[in-house]
Nanobody, 124 residues
């Protein structure tokens, strides 16, 4: 079992930056593949980024590649999402995700645990 709590969401102007954090409770955090997804109003939840247990393997959705960076600190049981060059279309609720059934978390079906979400709003 793992519980996930996101923080860092805010209102920011286009071109700005935000850093989201996801704190995980429970032991064996380092055994989990972690990821970030987002959901905008009226749209499906979509994959943003994922990181494997060691941090050596990261993957990104096409819409955020080159602008967002996922990282993790296993000593702090925390995963981060650094978001740069934000665009209005990045506006969404961002969810932290954890799973152990796959090396990456690109698909909703691979997610075992979800956080409650944090709102990111980018104004134009």
């Amino acid at each position: 079992q793992v519980q996930l709590v996101e923080s860092g969401g805010d209102l920011v102007q286009a071109g700005g930056s935000l850093r989201l954090s996801c704190a995980a409770s429970g032991r064996s955090f380092s055994m989990y593949t972690m990821g970030w997804f987002r959901q905008a109003p009226g749209k499906d939840r979509e994959f943003v980024a994922t990181i494997n247990w060691s941090g050596a393997d990261t993957r990104y959705g096409d819409s955020v590649k080159g602008r967002f960076t996922i990282s993790r600190d296993n000593a702090k049981n925390t995963v981060y999402l650094q978001m740069n060059s934000l665009k209005p279309e990045d506006t969404a609720v961002y969810y932290c995700a954890a799973g152990r059934s796959a090396a990456t978390l690109r698909r909703l079906v691979d997610v075992g645990y979800w956080g409650q979400g944090t709102q990111v709003t980018v104004s134009s």
